[in-house]
């Protein structure tokens, strides 16, 4: 991978621990978030939006290695329109925006982050066609609609987005010569996880989910295989979701292959 690598929500959980196993391999990285990172933006606004890209390619002179979509919203966070702002119109944004400088990279590609909540059954489909008609006012609406645990309904349909997605621009991105896969993490040990431990009612729905191996993985465990999709152990590896989340996926839907 030549040229810069990008990683969006880079100050901590999983964007840090991709960041840190990158530098460990010699490659040059940019990290975007809402402070503490080389880039600071808000990509839940379209002025964020808009920031992070101009700094970036201002700085890598219009030429990717790689990109990382990671930055999210808490399934927590107070406000659910805020939370598919970020997680879904921010986070393809970056990728569909920044797809020409990975494509005048060398061997570039780019990975988005999923989740175990796009196939968990709580996303909700209404919102989830909204959110793919891509009208973000109306999804910010239809997001907050008053109901309980909207935010929460709002990140699994928002990262059920980002799989859908991914697989959508298959087809346009390989013709573009850059690939396109997606890493949807299981339990993972990071601030948001103990976030989202301490409200019992969320607790309860994360214990449910049936694990293989071992309850929980290390930020470090999903960040591997970000790393393996970006490089070229992967070049035939485009369009694909990977589960990495213990089993939960297989144990979840034991007959989708």
Same mark, same amino acid.
């Given at each position: 991978?030549?040229?810069?690598?990008?990683?969006?929500?880079?100050?901590?959980?999983?964007?840090?621990?991709?960041?840190?196993?990158?530098?460990? +391999?010699?490659?040059?990285?940019?990290?975007?978030?809402?402070?503490?990172?080389?880039?600071?933006?808000?990509?839940?606004?379209?002025?964020?939006?808009?920031?992070?890209?101009?700094?970036?390619?201002?700085?890598?002179?219009?030429?990717?290695?790689?990109?990382?979509?990671?930055?999210?919203?808490?399934?927590?966070?107070?406000?659910?329109?805020?939370?598919?702002?970020?997680?879904?119109?921010?986070?393809?944004?970056?990728?569909?925006?920044?797809?020409?400088?990975?494509?005048?990279? +060398?061997?570039?590609?780019?990975?988005?982050?999923?989740?175990?909540?796009?196939?968990?059954?709580?996303?909700?489909?209404?919102?989830?066609?909204?959110?793919?008609?891509?009208?973000?006012? +109306?999804?910010?609406?239809?997001?907050?609609?008053?109901?309980?645990?909207?935010?929460?309904?709002?990140?699994?349909?928002?990262?059920?987005?980002? =799989?859908?997605?991914? &697989?959508?621009?298959?087809?346009?991105?390989?013709?573009?010569?850059?690939?396109?896969?997606?890493?949807?993490?299981?339990?993972?040990?990071?601030?948001?996880?103990?976030?989202?431990? =301490?409200?019992?009612?969320? %607790? %309860?729905?994360?214990?449910?989910?049936?694990?293989?191996?071992?309850?929980?993985?290390?930020? +470090?465990?999903?960040?591997?295989?970000?790393?393996?999709?970006?490089? &070229?152990?992967?070049?035939?590896?485009?369009?694909?979701?990977?589960?990495?989340?213990?089993?939960?996926?297989?144990?979840?839907?034991?007959? =989708?292959?």
């Amino acid at each position: 991978m030549a040229n810069h690598i990008v990683v969006t929500g880079a100050a901590s959980g999983l964007g840090a621990a991709v960041i840190a196993g990158l530098a460990t +391999e010699g490659h040059a990285t940019i990290g975007v978030d809402l402070h503490d990172a080389d880039i600071v933006a808000d990509l839940g606004t379209s002025d964020g939006r808009d920031l992070a890209i101009s700094q970036i390619l201002a700085a890598t002179n219009n030429r990717l290695g790689g990109l990382v979509s990671c930055a999210a919203a808490s399934p927590i966070h107070p406000d659910p329109a805020v939370v598919v702002s970020v997680n879904w119109f921010g986070a393809m944004a970056v990728l569909d925006r920044l797809l020409p400088a990975l494509a005048a990279g +060398e061997e570039a590609s780019a990975v988005a982050i999923s989740s175990i909540g796009a196939i968990d059954g709580s996303a909700d489909p209404t919102l989830l066609d909204v959110l793919l008609a891509g009208d973000e006012p +109306e999804a910010r609406a239809a997001a907050a609609d008053g109901t309980e645990f909207r935010s929460a309904i709002a990140y699994a349909t928002a990262k059920r987005a980002v =799989a859908l997605g991914v &697989r959508e621009r298959a087809e346009a991105w390989g013709r573009a010569g850059v690939r396109l896969n997606a890493v949807a993490p299981g339990r993972m040990e990071t601030p948001m996880l103990d976030g989202l431990l =301490a409200d019992p009612v969320i %607790a %309860a729905g994360i214990e449910a989910i049936p694990v293989g191996i071992r309850p929980s993985g290390s930020a +470090e465990d999903v960040a591997g295989a970000v790393r393996f999709l970006l490089g &070229r152990d992967a070049t035939f590896v485009h369009g694909q979701i990977l589960f990495v989340d213990g089993g939960s996926d297989a144990l979840l839907r034991p007959s =989708a292959i």
